[in-house]
RNA sequence: GGGCACGUAGAUCAGCGGAAGAUCGCUGCUUUCGCAAAGCAGAGGUCGGGGGUUCAAAUCCCCCCGUGUCCA
């Protein structure tokens, strides 16, 4: 980056220097008087025991202190984002408050909710989970102040000087540090296609704030300007409370009394993760993540089993319900979202909670039995183990080693070589781009009006056509719904063509014809969407808020739409929850639901800015994830459940008709899918199983009320046959047996050896079977032989000491050119197709006889 | 999203190429005034599903489905 980029004239103004760290390398810019930047390694911490600020402050203090400065310097206020990154598909968590405006507000497509703003973001780190309790500076989730400006051409909030001239301010005049102990040390940043300068503050080994300037875009080697430019800045809230204590750790002054409280029972370390950990998850379940085996709910889980492990360890360790109250009770202090649903959080812990002990007691089970086995053979259980079981069944080295007799010992850098094992791993991320197979529209062609949102029972209407390229027709105004927030597409007739999908390809809604269009720009056409389907759709669309709501009223607000699709043959809502539906759930639901739609509450669709529908109804709005815009379409059923949609929906709830539900079904760990039908649909399924159920009675011959027990008649009836069948098969063999016994050419007894040779045509089985009734006495050798499809099989069954069943298939194998093998007890051979079976059959009993006489 | 482990009798699991097993539970009988217990006898299995390899597959290979777990 070129030099000239952070030569500010604040610099200037203030008298600042330009020096070149020793250790780093990288030039900085300070007034005090060093050879080296002030951030660690560069310089070591040197604020333990000398505050960097003035004063002690609290964690609220210090919170409250940030946002007021910026407040007071035309900054507005805004409050957090969700911990859960939702609006985005990238990454799972907010991990900086920039995250909060991307990709939206970053790219200029959407204006920011103020600017220049400021805010104190929870964000969660997971990277450095090792480190927290450890290093006396890690946390899992930490608050990220920061004061964005986001500047557009036509309107410049302020950029690099301004924002490094308040970011001096608040560290000297406002909180009182001594000027000449920070160095603005100049570094790149880059990111997401994007990069810029940016400088990093520091001051007695400590960074406390980085201050970045987004302004290119990359491509290739050249930078090209970015329309819009953004300060994003980051400082540490937890970092300037511990500034300004200058104790040894961050976590006393960060956590106070509930760390002193903690301290008590646990050794420093546990305590601080403990505390540490119930934070995080506050927030995240808060945020809706219901712990899980993958995505976002897996590092839930993770904190909490963490948690517990410790606990367990301390005979008196409070419980973990207790630790996480008392944490969310303190957060609730300043973010009360956090204490709201107490009852429910607890319900979501407990569920996990008892899982971990049913996964650990499974484990310990295995691992007993499996070091058995281990021993058994002569070994003995080793570290490589250790690894395996923590793989595979999550038992923790050390819990591990408390099952075992011979433990083998636990390797110090245990959790790298099983990172090692994950090294190979190659995620996939196969995008399936929507815009796929859509031409591209000339940016000169005017946007699509959609008419839907406002009137979504109108099917009949005029456009012009604007713009055209084969079966694709972009119109000035349509009532067609585009396929899009999981509801499927319109589909009805532009003039006379049908219309077969209708989709959005930026800001234009293209209709695809079944054949290429005939319409040329400037005619004007009559569409005409299809009114069962678009009715259907509606009814779906409708019928899935009523449900989402439903399953929060009754399963608990911990519930989000983790996904939907709407068709019209039925409809489907995937659900974040803890376990399985039970059956009283299901119709508790079924019955809400329902009592919701024969209540008729009125739902309204209308357009808010985005700020206002947020105030107003909090994130839960974002139940399909994230909406573009500054206006958002909220559609609301009165008293009942709001969200941002842009789905065609009906005006009230009883023209839902019914909601009659299809199938429940766990799709995954900590989401569940609900399968439903409504209105005339719901009616025909509904009409369907009537008729299979009467048509199911009449072939059983029974009334429908008296299905069950007529099927339960009905199998109890094939149990019978089989039953007879089989003991008619063994009564045959039986008598088959005696036959052979007393056949002189058959059985002949050779001292205490009695052989069975016999040739009769029965199956695998038949032969096996046969031959264990012969053989129930010992000293029996039996040989069978018979013919399927040309192919000769020898069996041969011994009870004879001394005598192997797998010997005499072996001499008997060459007389039919036999393939085949096995016990002592049993064997089978299998000829040539045509090869002489008599001739092995003979083979098989002088070898039998032989070995007698041996 | 990916790696690994697991899926066998009602339950918990063994077997890991040659004739499907153990323990508990269940049924009947013996013993007892009755129960518990013990003894004897017995019922109960498409070895998750589907392909393939093999003379032979619960066992090896592939694909699904389900469960668990670790990692992003």
């Not at 367990?312 to 609730?332: F, K, T």
């Not at 400037?522 to 009814?539: A, F, S, W, Y």
């Not at 019955?591 to 357009?607: A, C, G, T």
């Amino acid at each position: 980056m070129d030099p000239s980029e952070y030569d500010l004239p604040f610099f200037h103004r203030q008298g600042f220097h330009r020096s070149t760290c020793v250790v780093c390398g990288h030039a900085f810019w300070t007034l005090g008087d060093f050879d080296r930047c002030q951030e660690a390694p560069c310089r070591e911490y040197g604020f333990i025991g000398a505050p960097i600020f003035v004063r002690p402050y609290s964690l609220r203090e210090m919170r409250e202190t940030f946002l007021g400065f910026f407040e007071a310097r035309g900054h507005t206020r805004i409050r957090r984002y969700p911990t859960v990154a939702r609006w985005r598909n990238d990454v799972f968590f907010t991990q900086a408050s920039i995250y909060d405006f991307q990709p939206w507000v970053t790219s200029g497509a959407v204006p920011p909710p103020a600017n220049p703003l400021t805010i104190s973001q929870p964000v969660l780190r997971f990277i450095d989970l090792e480190e927290v309790g450890r290093s006396g500076r890690h946390f899992t989730l930490f608050e990220m102040m920061a004061h964005h400006a986001f500047n557009r051409p036509d309107h410049e909030v302020y950029f690099k000087d301004r924002c490094t001239e308040l970011c001096h301010e608040l560290l000297v005049e406002k909180l009182g540090a001594n000027p000449k102990a920070f160095t603005y040390k100049e570094e790149v940043w880059e990111g997401g296609g994007n990069l810029g300068p940016s400088l990093s503050v520091s001051a007695l080994g400590l960074e406390v704030a980085t201050l970045v300037f987004m302004e290119y875009t990359r491509d290739g080697e050249n930078l090209k300007p970015m329309p819009l430019t953004v300060v994003d800045t980051g400082y540490g809230l937890e970092r300037f409370v511990w500034a300004s204590h200058g104790t040894k750790s961050a976590y006393e002054p960060v956590f106070g009394e509930e760390y002193d409280e903690l301290r008590r029972s646990f050794a420093p370390h546990d305590a601080a993760v403990l505390i540490d950990h119930a934070r995080a998850l506050n927030f995240l379940l808060t945020d809706g993540v219901v712990p899980s085996n993958s995505k976002e709910g897996y590092f839930a889980r993770l904190l909490l089993r963490r948690s517990l492990r410790i606990l367990g360890r301390v005979p008196e360790a409070p419980d973990i319900y207790s630790i996480l109250e008392r944490s969310g009770r303190e957060i609730a202090r300043d973010f009360p979202e956090v204490g709201m649903h107490r009852d429910d959080l607890r319900r979501v812990v407990e569920a996990e909670v008892e899982r971990y002990g049913e996964a650990i007691e499974r484990a310990r089970q295995t691992i007993r039995r499996t070091e058995d086995r281990i021993r058994s053979s002569g070994g003995h259980a080793t570290s490589e183990d250790l690894i395996d079981w923590y793989d595979s069944l999550g038992v923790p080295p050390d819990l591990a080693v408390e099952e075992l007799r011979e433990p083998p010992p636990i390797p110090n850098d245990f959790y790298s070589l099983v990172a090692a094992r994950h090294e190979n791993e190659r995620p996939t991320n196969d995008y399936v781009e929507v815009t796929q197979g859509l031409p591209e529209v000339p940016a000169s062609v005017p946007k699509t009006e959609v008419l839907y949102y406002l009137d979504p029972y109108t099917v009949s209407f005029d456009a012009h056509v604007l713009w055209t390229e084969g079966p694709f027709v972009a119109l000035d105004r349509t009532y067609f719904y585009p396929t899009g927030g999981g509801q499927v597409t319109d589909r009805g007739h532009l003039g006379d063509l049908e219309v077969v999908e209708v989709a959005w390809r930026g800001p234009w809604v293209l209709h695809r014809l079944e054949r290429p269009s005939p319409f040329r720009v400037g005619d004007r056409v009559r569409g005409r969407v299809d009114p069962v389907r678009r009715t259907q759709l509606m009814q779906h669309h409708t019928a899935t808020h009523l449900m989402n709501g439903t399953l929060r009223e009754v399963l608990g607000p911990h519930v989000w739409q983790a996904g939907a699709y709407k068709a019209t043959e039925s409809a489907r809502i995937d659900v974040t929850h803890f376990r399985a539906l039970s059956k009283e759930e299901l119709r508790a639901i079924d019955r809400r639901v329902n009592q919701i739609v024969r209540e008729d509450r009125p739902v309204k669709s209308y357009f808010e800015s985005r700020a206002e529908a947020e105030r107003r109804f909090g994130f839960t709005l974002y139940q399909g994830g994230a909406v573009p815009g500054r206006e958002l379409r909220i559609v609301e059923i009165e008293g009942f459940d709001v969200e941002a949609c842009g789905g065609t929906h009906c005006t009230h709830t009883s023209e839902v008709g019914a909601i009659e539900i299809l199938g429940v079904e766990r799709i995954q760990d900590g989401v569940v899918r609900l399968n439903y039908a409504s209105g005339e649909r719901a009616l025909e399924i509904r009409e369907e199983h009537e008729e299979i159920l009467r048509e199911a009675a009449r072939r059983l011959g029974v009334p429908v009320s008296r299905l069950p027990e007529g099927i339960d008649r009905l199998l109890a009836e094939i149990e019978e046959s089989r039953k007879v069948a089989r003991d008619r098969r063994k009564e045959d063999l039986g008598e088959t047996a005696e036959r052979l016994l007393s056949d002189p050419r058959a059985t002949e007894t050779v001292g205490p050896v009695t052989v069975v040779a016999a040739r009769l045509d029965l199956d695998r089985t038949e032969m096996m079977e046969l031959s264990r009734i012969l053989s129930r006495e010992a000293g029996r050798v039996v040989i069978l032989a018979s013919e399927r499809e040309g192919r000769g099989t020898l069996f041969v069954g011994s009870t004879a000491p001394g005598i192997s069943a797998a010997n005499v298939v072996e001499a008997a194998k060459p007389a039919f050119d036999g393939k085949g093998g096995g016990s002592p007890a049993a064997a089978t051979a299998v000829g040539e197709p045509g090869a002489p079976l008599t001739t092995a059959l003979d083979a098989a009993r002088l070898a039998a006889r032989g070995t007698v006489a041996a």
